[in-house]
């Protein structure tokens, strides 16, 4: 069982920057895969971003590629998302996710096995 733990929400104005943060509580953090992921009101939840278990791959939704920055530390069970250039439109609630999973196929929701509650964005115009 892995738990999960979003921090970092919050409001910004349009071209703002956030970093958000997720612990994760495995004990075997490196063999997972992790993702951020976002749900507005109305629509289906998406993959933002992820990264395999060591971190040398990578995956980015085309609306945020060039903005937002996964990363991982496998030492602190830490998992980041730095998000820059914030936009209206990535206004929604984030969510961090863990696949029990090495393979580098990374951006499937369905991977997915564990869910952190989320933590809401909001990007002011």
């Known amino acids: 069982q892995v738990q999960l733990v979003e921090s970092g929400g919050g409001l910004v104005q349009a071209g703002g920057s956030l970093r958000l943060s997720c612990a994760a509580s495995?004990?075997?953090?490196?063999?997972?895969?992790m993702g951020w992921f976002r749900q507005a009101p109305g629509k289906e939840r998406d993959v933002v971003a992820a990264?395999?278990?060591?971190?040398?791959?990578?995956y980015y939704a085309d609306s945020v590629k060039g903005r937002f920055t996964i990363s991982r530390d496998n030492a602190k069970n830490m998992v980041y998302l730095q998000m820059d250039s914030l936009k209206p439109e990535d206004t929604a609630v984030y969510y961090c996710?863990?696949?029990?999973?090495?393979?580098?196929?990374?951006?499937?929701?369905?991977?997915?096995?564990?869910w952190g509650q989320g933590t809401q964005v909001t990007v002011s115009s």
């Open positions: 990264i395999n278990w060591s971190g040398g791959t990578t």
């Open positions: 996710a863990a696949a029990s999973s090495m393979s580098n196929r990374v951006a499937a929701i369905t991977l997915y096995d564990f």
């Open positions: 495995a004990r075997t953090f490196s063999r997972y895969a």
